[in-house]
């Protein structure tokens, strides 16, 4: 054991460690949360997108029914302008005005057993109306 020396050897061509600043871990879960978000994003956007189309828009199957509403069947045809009409009533004071007006020219329409035809004045009023509703 007499034999041991120190081998603390000077080396020349070997440099000390240096500390190298790394980003790449902050660069990937950058990223990340950026895709995260963005398909959050898009996936909101699309459900929001297919409630929309699907959704039920009453005003526009009222104004449908009034479209084809069979105007030969004076009975039944009074009740469903009446029913139809009053969702398109309250849209604005010249709306309001024209359905009061024509449920009053329905009323002989509706309560009788047997009842006629419409007559041209009141076939008008209900075109008139008809033609008023904006969807």
Known sequence: MADMQSYDI?????KPIVRIEEYSLYYFLGISLFAVVLVLLLSYLLFSWLKKRNRYNKRREHFESLKTLDLKRTKESAYDITFYGATFKND?????????NLVGRLERYKYKK?????DDETLGY?????GMIDV
């Open 10 to 14: 000077p080396l020349h061509d070997i």
């Open 92 to 100: 604005s004071l010249r709306h309001k005005e024209s359905y009061d």
């Open 114 to 118: 047997e009842v006629e035809g419409y």
């Open 126 to 130: 209900i075109e008139l109306y008809k």
